[in-house]
Nanobody, 123 residues
């Protein structure tokens, strides 16, 4: 599994952005995928996760109602749609794949990690 997060950029507060997570080997189709982010000087934090079939999602309280997750089955990308962005959403966003169908907020449950993509929200 080789994951790659993409789609980051510089946006204004209130804007939307969609991040993508792809698996170059096409092998994460049966795995849950999570998104995490890390702001400068802060620890990495959980953003959201989606089950292997896209039927179940989980979000951090800070993004609930603003972010959504979806995935193209069977081997397509996982998308993190972010809306109404604010400065606190700034950070490097990482996607990660678990070796199981459902996974939550614990980073230790995720085995494969991709390179991050920078999201910067200016206020």
């Amino acid at each position: 599994v080789q994951l790659q997060a993409s789609g980051g950029g510089l946006v204004q507060a209130g804007d939307s952005l969609r991040l993508s997570c792809t698996d170059s080997r096409g092998t994460f189709s049966n795995n849950a995928v999570g998104w995490f982010r890390q702001a400068p000087g802060k620890e990495r934090e959980f953003v959201g996760s989606i089950s292997w079939n896209g039927g179940s999602t989980l979000f951090a309280e800070s993004v609930k109602g603003r972010f959504t997750l979806s995935r193209d089955r069977p081997k397509g990308p996982v998308y993190l749609q972010m809306s109404n962005l604010n400065a606190e959403d700034t950070g490097v966003y990482y996607c990660a794949s678990a070796r199981k169908s459902y996974s939550g907020s614990r980073s230790g449950d995720y085995v494969y990690w991709g390179q991050g993509t920078q999201v910067t929200v200016s206020s």
